[in-house]
């Protein structure tokens, strides 16, 4: 009955946030800021369907850290995307890339090893691209992530989570089932070319190595390899036929693949620097595959290399230390102090022990640390003083938009990403009972939990 009544509770204050941020984007006098247009200037005009509708989310000016610091710190409502979250633009760009390209066929299977966000936004975008879904999920993650997954169609896959270079983390299980998806697809088209042209031959053996350096092309050799294939049968013109027969899976692999960095190179970082127009100081952001920060910052540098982007990192992450010492490594590598899972914390979709290929497209200035203890305050500030229901990823950037303020000093904007809502998260960081269990239970009034 309290979890119920928990969830009520928590559902009802995602619905008053939603209304809040209505409110606080259209009230008297906000005209007069830059990232907030006129009622008539910013309009929302009619979109083509789901995808069109992704993308373009307002810039919001988070009052209470903006009143708190003198700086104006905003948050960049990536919540507000149909999927919930900004991993929408990733899912999107990530589809349409594979279709151009062939790697990807109408009819075919998406498949994503995924903390939960990505994984919701590829279930709720492969449809409208009349493609399927099938999601490898940890099952430590929330559980409502996984729900909220099948209720979109996909199929989901819960494994016991393991260490990156294990062959059955769920990034490896989900690359492995689009190899395999592959091969059955290629079986029955090489069964019927033989029959037709006698001798044609299409390779579909395993490869040897089907470890974690395993390339894109590999995972998809089965339709795009061989001395039959030809681009002439997949030629993605924008529109796909929900009725096709092609079969075949494609692995999203959201870590490495740069179509993460490039939805937000050509996308959020545009979006940004034209809401603010010019008066940007600063930018801060988590990472997880590192696709959001890299294509941000290196967008923002670009156009003005004065503007500062800075990492905020988790607890049991060792990105913190990549960008400040150069080296990789986190407390819980320490010999004797490994955990099985060392990401000892309760963020979800943040920190990570390696480098992706994302990542390494970041241009940042620095980094900081923040603790579970601080992404739950935050959130609950956020949720008290100005309406917003937000995910834990979201309250630790928070975090870091006040550490960034409090070394600048007042006069600076400064923006953030708000990355998805509480409402994904309602089992674990918004649970009471939870957070207790692990020593969380929220108590701050103030901002008191920061420090000075």
Known sequence: MAAATAAGAAAAAAAVSLVVCYLLLHRTGAAKLPWVGSRSSHRRTR??????????????????????????????????????????????????????????????????????????????????????????????AAIEKSQIIEALGATVERVRPVSITHRDHFVNIARRRAFEANKSAAAPRESSYKEINGSAYIDTRMPHNNNITATQEESNKGLTNGSTHTNTEVQYNGKCDHDSDSKGGFFADQFENMANYRAHYEWTGPEILQQTKGTLHAFVAAAGTGG???????????????????????????????????????????????????????????????????????????????????????????LKNDGLFVGSSSAMNCVGAVRVARDLGPGHTIVTILCDSGMRHLSKFFNDQYLANHGLTPTATGLEFLGQ
Do not use: Q
């Open 47 to 140: 979109r083509r369907g789901l995808v069109e509708a992704i993308g373009n989310t307002p810039l919001i000016r988070i009052n209470s850290l903006s009143d708190a610091t003198g700086c104006e710190i905003l948050g960049k409502a990536e919540f507000l995307n149909p999927g919930g979250s900004v991993k929408d633009r990733v899912a999107v760009k990530i589809i349409e890339e594979a279709l151009e390209s062939g790697d990807l066929l109408c009819g075919g299977t998406v498949m994503e090893g995924s903390a939960g966000s990505t994984a919701i936004s590829l279930a709720t975008v492969a449809p409208a691209y009349g493609c399927k879904c099938h999601v490898v999920i940890p099952d430590d």
């Open 292 to 382: 959001t920060i890299a294509g941000v910052s290196r967008y923002l540098k670009e156009k003005n290399a004065n503007i500062k982007c800075f990492l905020m990192d988790p607890p049991g992450s060792g990105l913190f230390n990549k960008v400040t010492r150069g080296v990789m490594y986190t407390k819980e590598e320490a010999e004797g102090k490994r955990l099985k899972n060392p990401f000892d914390t309760i963020t979800e979709g943040i920190g990570i022990n390696r480098v992706t290929k994302n990542f390494m497209m970041a241009e940042l200035d620095g980094a900081y640390r923040g603790t579970d203890r601080e992404a739950v305050e935050m959130s609950r500030f956020l």
